[in-house]
């Protein structure tokens, strides 16, 4: 638990020097996620760090902020985003980093295995922070698109494949469709040189690709088409046009060739 904290500050970190070597201005500039500007980007991150802490040491209060939360969403605001327009620049980014690292601090001091709410089934408290280092590194991506920054990929990565690839049957759930039987093996170019792998080797269906185009697709941050990931076999094809690492409903994704 402690070098899977140690992975989630580093994301963190990286992020924080990106939003912080320009200007505050930079936090108004429109990001590819469509009326979200960097600040949005980073207001949504505050926020739901925010209630993964809760989830992590209050989990009635937790359940409680849920049910206001749909209310919210439904009538059509996201208090994620208005979390951060209610306040300046500059106090978004201290409060942002205040309790980023009061979850972190919180997520040390629990068993790996405790079962932890959230939006959806309970998960243990390592997928729990996985999760939040994945949402960390997406909407960073969004960042570094805004910026026109370079970001070097990590093995951290590994953390965003490994969720991609265990969310395959959910990115079916959540488009409606009937999850197939076929097995599906994946094998990425980890950016050290070496292979990450998941699945039976043997199945017919596989994924190969670089791991940073594989979890810039599941992430929904590039089209499949911009990405080099290469899908044998009808079950891995059918997953790569629908794949989704994130919880809720399938988002609109990015736009084919503006990122190629």
Request: charged share 25%.
């Amino acid at each position: 638990m402690d070098a899977l904290c140690d992975d989630v500050t580093a994301e963190h970190v990286d992020l924080d020097c990106l939003v912080s070597s320009g200007s505050l201005a930079d936090l108004d500039r429109p990001t590819p996620a469509p009326g979200w500007s960097v600040g949005d980007q980073i207001s949504h991150l505050w926020y739901f760090d925010q209630q993964a802490l809760l989830a992590l040491t209050d989990p009635d209060a937790f359940r409680a902020s849920t049910e206001q939360l749909l209310a919210t969403v439904s009538g059509g605001e996201d208090p994620s985003v208005a979390a951060g327009r209610a306040i300046g620049p500059a106090e978004l980014l201290e409060r942002w980093r205040a309790d980023r690292q009061a979850l972190v601090s919180a997520a040390r001091t629990v068993d790996p295995k405790a079962r932890v709410p959230w939006y959806g089934p309970a998960m243990s408290a390592r997928s729990f922070v996985t999760a939040r280092l994945m949402e960390t590194w997406a909407h960073g991506q969004d960042v570094v698109d805004s910026l026109g920054a370079e970001r070097r990929p990590t093995a951290r990565l590994r953390h965003v494949a490994h969720i991609g690839v265990g969310a395959r049957a959910f990115s079916y759930v959540t488009n409606g469709r009937q999850v197939p039987d076929a097995d599906v093996f994946v094998r990425l170019d980890a950016p050290d040189g070496d292979e990450w792998t998941w699945g039976d080797p043997n199945a017919p269906d596989r994924v190969d690709g670089p791991a940073l185009d594989f979890c810039l697709l599941v992430t929904q941050r590039r089209h499949r088409s911009d990405t080099a990931v290469r899908a044998t076999g009808p079950a891995a094809d059918e997953w790569l046009d629908i794949a989704q690492a994130f919880a809720g409903p399938p988002g609109p994704g990015r736009s084919p060739g503006a990122f190629s």
